[in-house]
């Protein structure tokens, strides 16, 4: 068997780490920039924030011109800088790792968290008021810990009575543990450690001012929970003989109840999201006009001390390597610093001009605000129209929001399928699901319609899809089926 060599020539795509860099960037809603931006002008000394002269870019040409103060056998090129060290994932810039920048003395400068009671603690604080042996204070402080966020116990009690006695070491029984339950349902918020929603919405009806009103509430949960969550309304008529008139107040003194008693406590340090518009929309003589959010648009330029550095250089007559080595370091940060200024540059554009395409593309929605107004779109019909790939396309969508005269809006939710009416037009999904939900907005809700009476009447509206269609947009539009939308 004899060794060949030969040559084989085969096409290859290979991302260039600048734009790795600036899909990054793209994908970035507007909050996530910016920390990506404060990274970035932590990590990189060469790179800074305001108004500058054109000098910078000036200094940077004329070092670049400069190689030939260099040995002939010491010259600096980009082609020798590994980009990859510092644009790799790990975000971790190379000169972080060629020396010790912080000395051991340095104040550690991490910002403290605000700590407030916990849900948990709230609890335990109220129980520190009633008179308990020193068994019942270890069982209700375990009930206590054993309550969730939404303010339930979904252990058994069997269950419970064997941790306490292999956890804790205390020994008691089931009825111990029901007596001592009831002292923790006595704390606020009402319906706090309860072990289902029928014992939850109970422990707030026993608490409030007994009425005709609640005490039929009342006999209602204890009695009829399973007819009342599934609506059988003339069942519970005919066991209580009642109205429908007392039923009706029953109900209302039963929806005023909250299910999740956990959730009202405004102590638990639960993180608030707060949604900043990538772009803004508003319609001006009749005509939208579309802004990008400023704080995507950042002012960005090299830092002029590190070209007063490269000029002392050149300058200076005698070089020496540590010289060298220190004028290696700031090529490698002003590239750094001048790619990462052109993808953001190159971010603001794309994000303007994928935006500006959809606004043109939904303008009878976004001049009206009438989602039946929505044109099929897809994601390739953007990318077709700006001559851009999908996946970019895909980036902006994905996590950005809009600021339109209606509300702020996802702009994923601007794209859906399309389907044919019995007139042959294409049309959004999205403008059936709304005709569906205005259908059942409006329908009699003593007698609900079934999927199937909808799917008649969305037929005769001109839009023929089949019972389990409309189930599936009835689900995505988060409403019950027929029988849990009835009322009295």
């Known amino acids: 068997m004899s060794l ?107 910002i403290p968290f605000a700590a407030g009671t916990s849900f948990t603690q709230h ?83 026993h608490r409030k001012e007994q009425s005709p009103n609640v005490e039929l509430a009342t006999t209602i949960i204890d009695k009829a929970f399973e007819q009342f969550t599934k609506k059988h309304y003339k069942k519970l008529l005919q066991k209580f003989s009642i109205t429908e008139d007392q039923l009706k107040d029953a109900i209302e003194e039963i929806e005023r109840l909250n299910p999740k008693p956990g959730g009202s406590y405004a102590g638990n340090n639960k993180i608030v999201e707060h949604i900043v518009p990538d772009f803004a929309i508003k319609i001006v003589d009749g005509e939208l006009e579309l802004t990008l959010n400023g704080r995507n648009a950042p002012e960005l330029h090299v830092s002029r001390e590190y070209n007063n550095m490269l000029k002392g250089y050149k300058d200076t007559k005698e070089k020496s390597k540590a010289q060298k080595d220190a004028v290696m370091f700031i090529k490698q940060k002003l590239d750094a610093a001048k790619w990462f200024i052109e993808a953001v540059r190159q971010r603001q554009q794309t994000l303007f001009v994928t935006m500006s395409s959809i606004m043109h593309y939904q303008k009878a929605f976004f001049l009206s605000g009438d989602e ?20 970019t396309i895909s980036r902006v969508a994905n996590s950005k929001y809009v600021d339109t005269p209606y509300g702020t809006k996802l702009i994923k939710v601007f794209f859906s399928e399309s389907m044919t009416n019995d007139q042959g037009e294409e049309v959004s999904t999205r403008e059936i699901k709304k005709i569906l939900e205005i259908v059942i907005e409006e329908e009699n809700k003593k007698k609900p319609l079934t999927d199937e009476a909808l799917s008649k009447i969305l037929k005769e509206k001109g839009y023929p899809i089949a019972r389990r269609t409309v189930a599936k947009y009835r689900e995505q539009l988060d409403l019950p089926v027929a029988r849990l939308r009835k009322k009295i």
């Not at 970035?28 to 108004?51: M, Y």
């Not at 609890?123 to 206590?144: C, D, G, K, W």
């Not at 390739?380 to 001559?387: C, H, N, Q, T, V």
Request: hydrophobic letters at 30%.
């Open 4 to 110: 060949k060599q030969f040559l084989s020539f085969k096409l290859s795509q290979k991302l260039s780490p600048q734009q790795i860099q600036l899909m990054k960037l793209i994908q970035l809603p507007t909050q996530a920039f910016e920390q990506r931006l404060s990274q970035e002008l932590e990590e990189n000394p060469a790179l800074d924030t305001g108004k500058e002269t054109e000098e910078n870019e000036d200094n940077i040409d004329d070092f670049d011109n400069s190689e030939d103060d260099y040995d002939d056998n010491e010259t600096i090129d980009a082609d020798d800088i590994n980009i990859d060290e510092y644009l790799s994932d790990d975000e971790i810039p190379e000169y972080r790792t060629q020396a010790n920048n912080y000395s051991a003395d340095d104040e550690d400068k991490s």
């Open 123 to 205: 609890l335990t604080n109220q129980l520190n008021t009633f008179r308990l042996s020193e068994e019942e204070e270890e069982i209700a402080y375990f009930l206590v810990g054993s309550v969730d966020e939404s303010g339930y116990i979904r252990r058994s009690l069997s269950d419970i009575t064997d941790d306490l006695a292999f956890t804790q070491n205390v020994f008691t029984t089931e009825e111990e543990i029901e007596k001592v339950l009831q002292i923790v349902h006595q704390l606020d918020p009402g319906g706090v450690g309860a072990r289902n929603l029928q014992e939850c919405l109970s422990i707030q009806l």
């Open 372 to 391: 039946r107004k929505l044109r099929p779109m897809i994601l390739k019909d953007i990318a077709d129209e700006i001559e851009m790939d999908v996946s």
